[in-house]
């Protein structure tokens, strides 16, 4: 029986993406291929993180122990977990089940015509120091329902989101968020640029958990 790398199960509001202030159950894998010079969960993603093995049946169950409608399944990166399809269809069966994803991961497997899940893909601009693994050709799987993240760090960030967004007409596609790395950026400049360039197409949103509880706080 296939078994997944579970580091933690809980429930609180969605902080961010287009079901933003929504109660969701967060299921949280382990392990990821990037390494973002601003992540908030490397703890998650290290060789000697603790984990639980636990069945796509057992994910379900907790999760619906909570009784709400929404899942979020994030890491980390949950695409890299083996039989990662196997889950989605589990949890997609009872849930309105959102994939958070970094960007880097081939979404082609998991396009089926009928698929039920919906991605809130990051794509990493240079502040991450991950820009180059970005997998460009995920933009022509996206659909409305899905959402393109940008995570802006400086007002170089800031412009390259334009031009990305712009080049790929991404807002014609799915939804597009632009979000400032917690200290890093002032939101009061986004709003300015987005003012300037009369981008109408995105959306700037803050990470709400983050200034609901400390932002180094874990399991909200």
Request: with cysteine; glycine share 6%; aromatic share 8%.
């Amino acid at each position: 029986m296939n078994t997944y790398k579970v580091v933690e199960i809980f429930e609180s509001i969605n902080g961010e993406g287009m079901k933003a202030g929504e109660l969701s159950v967060f299921v949280r894998l382990c392990g990821c291929n990037l390494h973002c010079s601003y992540c908030d969960t490397s703890w998650a993603n290290e060789k000697d993180a603790p984990y639980q093995e636990m069945t796509a049946r057992q994910i379900v169950q907790k999760a619906e122990a909570y009784g709400t409608k929404n899942v979020t399944l994030t890491g980390g990166e949950p695409l890299l977990a083996e039989h990662v399809l196997e889950l989605l269809e589990a949890l997609s069966e009872k849930f309105c089940v959102e994939i958070e994803t970094n960007g880097s991961i081939a979404l082609d497997p998991f396009c089926k015509k009928d698929r039920k899940v919906i991605f809130t893909m990051d794509y990493k601009l240079k502040g991450s120091g991950m820009e180059e693994q970005m997998c460009l050709s995920n933009f022509a799987l996206l659909q409305r329902d899905d959402t393109v993240k940008f995570v802006v760090s400086d007002q170089t960030d800031l412009e390259r989101a334009y031009e990305i967004e712009q080049k790929y007409a991404l807002g014609q596609k799915c939804h597009v968020l632009i979000s400032p790395v917690f200290g890093k950026i002032i939101p009061a400049d986004m709003v300015a640029f987005m003012m300037e360039k009369k981008w109408v197409t995105a959306r700037m949103q803050i990470q709400m958990h983050k200034v609901i509880w400390d932002p180094q706080a874990r399991g909200v």
